[in-house]
């Protein structure tokens, strides 16, 4: 993703990526840069995240939508301070970490309506990636401490009430 828009790139050959599809941002939606995206495992939904959180149907690479934030006036954006993304294998739980040093935990079964579930937020510390367990009951989050970096160990196998288990220099 660019300032402007969304693409999709075919790289089943790396030497050769083919465009398959884009999305030009309306103005003053969305972030100016996305620094983390992901793709659900259907690969109907594009996820992506930098101080917004936006959501696009990706299911027809000739017609990509944008529906979280919607552009109508009424809506309320959540996710305004999320960094990386990491998808549950099911595509309907996003776990992103925060600009003030923790986790958040969304439901995205209703991709143009997605709610916040739970969030744990970590001492003295900005987070960094998440990346989940094969299982998707554990998360694996670094995180900065200065001078050093952390990593969290969290228990997700309940993402309405996440753990931390673990956590190391």
Known sequence: SDKK???LLNVSNPRSPQLIGSYSQKSGSGADDDISMTISPDNKYLFSAYF????????NPNQIRQLYPSNSSDSQSIGSGLFYL???NDGKIIYGTNHTGGLEVYNVSDPENPQIISQLIFDKSRAGSVVLSKDNRMAYVVAATYPNSMVYIL???NP???RQMLNFL
Do not use: K, P, T, W
Not at 52 to 59: A, M, N, V
């Open 86 to 88: 990491s998808a549950s």
């Open 155 to 157: 228990d997700v196998s």
């Open 160 to 162: 309405f009430d996440i």
């Open 5 to 7: 828009s969304v693409q």
């Open 52 to 59: 917004g959180f936006e959501i696009y149907d990706i299911s």
